[in-house]
Each structure stands twice: as C-alpha cells, then as structure tokens.
C-alpha cells in the first residue's frame, strides 16, 4: 500500500520535528551533564545508544523503501554514506579505546584485589569455596 505525496511528506515533516525537539532536548541535558554522577552517565549514556539505535533502524528502513530509493539523488546516498561510514569509524575507534582502557583498568583492579567479589567469578579452584555467579 502506498501513500499519497502528501501524507508521505506530512510523515517525513512530523519524523524531522521529533528529531529537532530531540537534539534540543540533548543540548539543553548536555550542560547538565558537567556536573553528572556515575549513575547519570550511564543513563545518558544509554538513553544515547537507544535513540542512536532508533535512528539508525529507521535509516535503514528509509533506504530499503523503493520508492526513496527510486527518486534519491545521487548525490544524496553519496553523503550518507559518507557520514554514516565516519560515524560508523568513530563508533568503531571508540570501542576499541574503551573496551581496551576498562580491560586494562580491571586487570590493574584485579592485581590490587579491588575487584567487588559480588560482581565477578573468582578463578579459584572450587575446593577453596563457592564461587557467586550473578
């Protein structure tokens, strides 16, 4: 079922509003976020990934539409795919820096035995006593 030029657009219209009220929703949070506990990190933190999540999929989604897709310019699926490989490259370097500080970061835990035992598996052996697994 297709829909007519005029809800299509209304729809893309209502998607680009809720995406601006979004980004001005994170401006504002960002300056809030100086002064930010662990636990709100990991909620911005979160709440990024989820909408970060969100927008890609309907991306996604956009591109396998055929009729986006058959009236697309070029010039426009050249610079998504421009961003989307630079973003997609940024996501990728700061995995690979994050995961490899914090392993380094609980491997120096682990040495100074300042691990939380409720939070991890001991790799003793189990005759020296139960292991927590969680």
Known sequence: MSLSPEIFGAQMKKWVAMQKQFLESLNKAEKDLKDADRLELV????VAFQHVITTA?????WLQDPFIVGHMPKHMLEEVREKIWKILKELVELDIAHTSEFAEHIEKLARENKLNPLLYKSSKKESEGPRLSI
């Open 43 to 46: 909620l911005a933190s979160r």
């Open 57 to 61: 999929q309907a991306f996604d989604k």
